[in-house]
């Protein structure tokens, strides 16, 4: 199934964007809803609840008095976190029982207001974040909730900033517009991209990619989309993955691009690499058949030595490839150096780019880009490895030290 997490600040649109989605075929889990659900009369929340906060918080009909728990968390940080303590784990365990129940072949959409503070956005597929202007937001709680805007401020101010939900988002949904424009925007999304994941997930297949190399300018979000991406896929299988690493073009800055995340996933060996195939394809990222091996460097000729398994996303707006190679392998190496070599190196990022380019030009009309890849192996060989062979011997350059632990099981092998 394909999980998304929903949030965003009190009063930017969330729950209208949740039950849009319901409308349209999600199955919608309601964080909110589960937390009333879980302080109800008679439930051991509520008296744990009652006991953390004392007996006037309670209604006279024994219900919990939202207003006045509200009026003591909102002003006291500790308090706020002694109930969310209480809370979250009750919500958490609710809805781990909704999704044991969901099929297969379901989009299952977690509304979370507190997604963020939480730390729970690798537990998705994709986290979408709907997001207002803090003034409009003001407004909303004032004309729609009859707070004041001092008590809508202080609502804000107890939620994740919004550069701080922003950068955990895969997809914001800007509702500073009309109620149409956003549900025409929820609309799109569903069709056009989360329709598509969850059927190639379902089958277990990478996304299409039609379009031929394009090279794009240098982007600031890359590095941070690719840390939000990697703590995903270590989450998929923590015990056997020793890392997880941004490599490629679109991991050195200022060198134009393919917009193509590219990721190198480090094992112990193939026999794990295979092992948690599933789980890989499970978090999105299906194994690509035919792709075995990295294009040996003279200095180690042997094949056999460059080996790997290669998986890409199923997601189709957000391209990505998954290299999985065992750490001190050659290819492995190759990989991390190639990288910082680039990083360290002007001149080097010149050069690459370069030649990136011209190859771009001559493969501006294919239906993909593998020709374009193939083109660029002799360069690989024969400019890159000389030059980045050199600055590592010239610097000392080594690569991480997780390498010694899996090197040295593969040695007792």
């Known amino acids: ?193 989360l329709l598509p994941f969850a059927d190639n997930c379902r089958r277990g297949v990478r996304a299409r990619r039609t379009e031929g190399p394009v090279l794009s300018a240098s982007r600031t979000d890359w590095g941070p989309q690719a840390a939000r991406l990697s703590s995903r896929i270590q989450a998929a299988a923590p015990e056997d993955i020793l890392a997880v690493d941004h490599i490629g073009s679109t991991s050195v800055p200022g060198l134009a691009a393919k917009d193509v995340i590219d990721l190198q996933l480090t094992v112990a060996d193939l026999e794990v690499a295979d092992r948690i195939a599933p789980h890989l394809a499970a978090a999105g990222y299906p194994r690509v058949p035919g792709v075995v091996a990295d294009t040996p460097k003279p200095s180690q000729p042997d094949p056999a030595q460059w080996q790997k398994r290669f998986h890409a996303n199923a997601d189709p707006g957000r391209p990505t490839n998954l290299h999985v190679r065992v750490a001190g392998s050659p290819g492995w190496r190759y990989a991390l150096l190639f990288r910082d070599w680039l990083r360290a190196e002007a001149s080097a990022v010149a050069l690459y780019e370069g030649h990136k380019r011209e190859l771009a030009a001559q493969h501006a009309s294919d239906p993909g880009t593998a020709a374009y890849a193939d083109a660029k192996e002799p360069w690989f060989t024969d400019v890159a490895w000389p030059l980045m062979d050199e600055w590592a011997s010239r610097t000392g350059w080594q690569p991480p030290s997780y390498s010694s632990v899996a090197a040295g099981l593969n040695s007792e092998q």
């Open 1 to 193: 199934m394909l999980k998304i997490g929903l949030t965003g600040g009190i009063a930017s649109g969330k729950s209208l964007v949740a039950a849009r989605l319901q409308e349209l075929g999600a199955v919608l889990i309601d964080a909110d809803l589960i937390a009333r659900q879980v302080v109800e009369p008679g439930t051991p929340g509520l008296a744990r609840v009652v006991e953390a906060f004392g007996p006037g918080i309670l209604g006279p009909e024994g219900r919990l008095d939202r207003p006045a728990l509200g009026a003591i968390v909102f002003q006291d940080p500790s308090r706020r976190e002694v109930l969310n303590g209480i809370i979250h784990p009750l919500v958490r365990e609710s809805a781990a029982a909704i999704v044991a129940q969901a099929a297969d072949e379901d989009i299952l959409v977690q509304d979370i207001p507190l997604l963020v503070e939480t730390g729970q956005g690798s537990a998705f597929h994709l986290v979408i974040v709907v997001d207002a202007p803090d003034d409009v937001r003001i407004q909303r709680m004032v004309d729609l909730r009859g707070m004041s805007p001092e008590d809508a401020r202080s609502r804000m101010a107890a939620q994740a900033s919004q550069e701080a939900r922003n950068a955990a988002a895969d997809i914001v949904l800007e509702n500073s517009g009309s109620r149409e424009e956003l549900l025409a925007t929820v609309d799109a999304l569903w069709f056009s991209r």
